[in-house]
């Protein structure tokens, strides 16, 4: 069988070999009706675009690389789906780069921009993989970079995320509003900064409404259903227990509340819990899962916009980009 070419994916689509190339390499040279219909004849002929000819003939590879701490958590799913949506309309693929955590890792993902095995980076972690103090390299001379949802917090690394203070803020008010005054938390990871800041929020909602804090209701954990479960268990255990818990991801309460039911406890008629995410499934457990909802789709694709513009070499207009969050409440808060 014959190979398929650019030649077919031009008959197919009725337009130049040439509006195919700008297409498929510079799609912000056609028509966006243009694209779409090469787009649709790529897939119906099954064309395959030869990455490593177009990365010796331009210098680039055609690839983005995610960096990533934990590719098994769901809401980084939305994240992904979103990104590698607009990298494909823009003519990139997308290796996704799972660090497990590790720093080690994620300099070595990072290092594929120095191989040229990648054209830039997003960057889904606090720790940013490059050295950049004194005798390291200089802001102006990293790779193109988008950092999401965990900021690392140097100046002039472009961030896409929410205001997670104001998040852990907002999922408190909602207990506090329900009645409760006796709260407790479940952090992540306290190296993350979207820990400490739901953390602050909390802090500063409790402290807003006169209710004093028990240090020994907050407990820190990690986002993960383990997590949100093995903590749980210290809470429960107190004689002057919490009436509602606030959890710093969706994963820690829903684990939380696995936990809650084995040990003889109902949500939310002896304790309310509330997330943070809004993973597509907390509204299908039972109760559903009220919790204060990030953009995850928007973020992605806010993330991937972005690194294409540096990628053309293009200035961004400015460095952090804040998205809304909105509370979403369901079954697992009531009022007292």
Known sequence: MAKVGIKDVAARAGVSTATVSHALRNPDRVAEATRKKVLEAVEAVGYTPNKLGQSLRTSRSGNIVVIIPDLSDTYNAGIITALEKVAHRHGYSVLLGDSQGSERRERDLAGLTDSHQADGIILLSHRLPFDISEGGRKI????????????????????VGIDDSQAGRDATQHLIDYGHRRIAV???????PSSRLRLQGYRDAMADAGLEVDERCIVHSEYSLAGGEGSAESLLMLRDRPTAIFCGSDEIAIGC???????????????SVIGVDDIRFGKYFEPPLTTVAQPASELGETCAKLL???????????NEYVLPHK?????????L
Not at 257 to 271: A, H, L
Not at 312 to 317: A, T, V, W
């Open 140 to 159: 102006e001379d990293l790779p193109p970079l988008v950092n999401g949802s965990e900021p690392v917090g140097v100046d002039g690394i472009p961030f």
């Open 308 to 318: 294409m513009h540096l990628l053309k070499d293009k200035e961004l207009p400015q």
């Open 186 to 192: 479940i952090t992540g990871d306290m190296n993350s």
């Open 327 to 335: 509370l979403v409440v369901r079954g697992s808060t009531r009022r």
């Open 257 to 271: 509340m696995y936990k809650m039911r084995e040990m003889g406890f109902t949500v939310p008629d002896d304790i």
